[in-house]
């Protein structure tokens, strides 16, 4: 019987990825037809067409991945050094005003960019910086900071004080017990919230398409909006521009995940 259900439920845990799996097969499969045989029924394309592939570094596109790895990258940095001395600061310390702090930081989170964006697009116009690209960074690192700082919190509030305590003794001080002995305890939360980070600002679409208007300094995601046309819709070289887009997420997460399952298991206190 104990075989037969890690049997079923590896079966089961097949199917669910294949169905999840599915749409980004379709993607690919579409990236690699040609114009004309984008209506067949067949699933597998009569003619691969590679070059679809090809024409996203040429057709300027690579520009717009670079924008969308600084803003990505320069928001989950930002993030970090933002959240990780708050999140540490609250869990370690019942200051005054603590718990109103923290639901303070987790309202920020219910309000939705696009309800913003005449705000926000005032703001930075103001300050004259719209169209650029420091602009998205703040402006994802300010929407994702909330769960930052709560994950955080939380990680470190599960780290037991007599582990640093122990670490004072050794002779180090506040600084070195945190970067030693509590930062590595709590890497599962810190590589949560870099994930979380990192994605949400890789897809971000609505407030960058409000705050950059010359191709050079938009996103991929808006860029591949030019695909789609008033009559038409390119969808070969936009799903080629898609899968492209997809891949550096998915290294990303493969190279993170192992650290994430090894900060589980190691750091673990019971």
């Known amino acids: 019987m104990p075989r037969l259900r890690t049997v079923v439920v590896a079966a089961a845990a097949y199917v669910i990825a294949l169905i999840f799996l599915f749409p980004y097969v379709v993607m690919l499969l579409t990236s690699l037809r040609a114009q004309e ?3 067949d029924v067949a699933f597998w394309p009569d003619e691969w067409v590679w070059s679809n592939l090809a024409n996203f570094w040429t057709s300027g596109l690579a520009g717009n991945l670079w924008v969308t790895l600084k803003v990505a990258g320069g928001s989950t940095v930002l993030v970090l050094l933002v959240a990780l001395p708050a999140a540490y600061y609250s869990a370690r310390h019942n200051f005054r005003g603590r718990t109103a702090f923290l639901i303070l930081v987790l309202i920020t989170q219910m309000f ?3 309800a913003m964006l005449v705000g926000i697009y005032r703001e930075f116009y103001q300050f004259g910086l719209v169209d650029s690209v420091w602009s998205l960074i703040l402006v994802n690192a300010g ?3 909330a769960f930052a700082v709560w994950i955080l919190n939380a990680y ?3 780290i037991p004080r007599e582990l640093e305590e122990a670490a004072f003794i050794d002779g180090n001080g506040r ?3 945190l970067f030693r ?3 590595p305890l709590a890497m599962p939360g ?3 919230a870099l994930i979380f980070t990192f994605i949400a600002a890789w897809n971000e679409f609505v407030v960058a398409l409000t705050l950059t208007t010359t191709p050079e300094n938009q996103p ?4 591949l909006n030019s695909f789609i046309g008033q009559y038409q819709v390119d969808w070969q070289n936009l799903f080629a521009g898609s899968v492209i887009a997809t891949i550096p997420v998915i290294i990303l997460f493969a190279l993170i995940e192992r650290k994430v399952v090894g900060g589980l298991t190691a750091g673990s206190i019971k």
């Not at 991929?220 to 860029?223: E, P, Y």
């Open 37 to 39: 045989s984008l209506r």
């Open 112 to 114: 939705q960019p696009t």
């Open 143 to 145: 929407f994702n900071l």
């Open 156 to 158: 470190f509030a599960s």
């Open 175 to 177: 600084f070195g017990a």
């Open 181 to 183: 002995i509590t930062l």
């Open 190 to 192: 810190v590589i949560t």
């Open 220 to 223: 991929l995601t808006v860029a």
